[in-house]
């Protein structure tokens, strides 16, 4: 895709002032980083608090067009292998999109709101998620893709008090808790929750006045601005899934070690067991297991081992046993991380496998996920 061809962000010119380098991401102008520079962003999103530009991603609400919201929650339930009906008013779940192989078209956050379901989807995903949720509730429902809105994300120890000083009731939000508020007058959806492995806040905000907040924010002298490489490198470390890499619809959520992410009512047995794309397979699965499972992978030495690597049980490449699906250095734990599929009887923490790294083949230990411990306020 030419650069003349990439969607920009609400931020754009705002990315542009503050220096970043941008590069095409999901069929968007995006900053992959600051002058800062990657391990600095990385590192100041720990210690203090950083602010990232996620406009780029989907935001889509669901209103029950007559009848309760009830009816949509059990509608959205057919696509997703999640308890949405017990989803309370202020709160969000993270949840999946699967199809009929039990493979993962997506993965996504549902807040519920007081008269409507706000959906926030992967930005490569958008425009198909959007014509699946259309195809399948679209008769009975409304669904509207938000394009006025923008996405910002303030993640880090210090998000809390910084985003306290534009709407002090923050303070009484917990971990995946979702709030209509206004910031100094303008209407937003704030939702606290985050892929940095830290305590953190989204925050969806008219797009004419994204520019705003965001300055709001950054003037604050505890706020940096961050672009994807450190988001890619906080995430890693936090155990959690890119979508394309880590996920995609060869995957199942059992193989994905994300069967956390379906509660007790979808389960076999459960009060509405089932009913969602793949289920039967899927559940196969999280009874019998899966053949492959995702795990944590700490390289020996300081290189990295990068996505796409071939992983072998012996150093001489004989046995193929999976591979990485990503890798790099982990700034905070101050060593390579990497996560990947192994085989099952290879996933216990402690086994030892061995990816191929420009012709020779590197010890890589299976470890447990995630490598930093999560600071979100429960």
Known sequence: MNDAALKQTPLNALHVELGARMVPFAGYDMPVQYPAGVLKEHLHTRAAAGLFDVSHMGQVELRAASGPLEDAALALESLVPVDVLGIAE???????????????????????????????????????????????LGDRFELTLLEDRALLALQGPRAQDVLA??????????????????????????????????????????????????????????????????????????????????????????????????QKSRRTGGARSGGFPGAQSILDAMTNGAAIRRVGLKPEGKAPVRGGA??????????????????????TVGHPVAMGYVDTPLATPGT?????????????????LPFITPTYKR
């Open 310 to 331: 071939t992983l072998y049980a012996d150093a001489t490449g004989t046995t193929e046993v999976g591979k990485v699906t990503s890798g790099s250095f982990g700034p």
């Open 90 to 136: 202020g709160r969000q779940r993270y949840a999946l999109f699967t199809d009929d192989t039990g493979g993962i078209l997506d993965d996504l956050m549902i807040a519920r709101l007081a008269d409507r379901f706000l959906i926030v989807v992967n930005a490569a995903c958008k425009d198909a998620d959007f014509a699946h949720l259309k195809a399948h």
């Open 165 to 262: 000083e534009l709407w002090a009731d923050v303070a009484a939000m917990r971990f995946m808790d979702v709030a209509e508020a206004l910031i100094h007058d303008v209407p937003c959806i704030i939702s606290r929750s985050g892929y940095t492995g830290e305590d953190g806040f989204e925050i969806s905000v008219p797009a004419d006045k994204a520019e705003d907040i965001a300055r709001r924010l950054l003037d604050h002298p505890d706020v940096l601005p961050i672009g994807l490489g450190a988001r890619d490198s906080l995430r890693l470390e936090a155990g959690l899934c890119l979508y394309g890499n880590d996920i995609d619809t060869t995957t199942c959520p059992i193989e994905a070690a994300l069967e956390w992410a379906i």
């Open 352 to 368: 030892t496998v061995f990816a191929e790294l420009r012709g020779k083949y590197i010890a890589m230990t299976v470890s447990t």
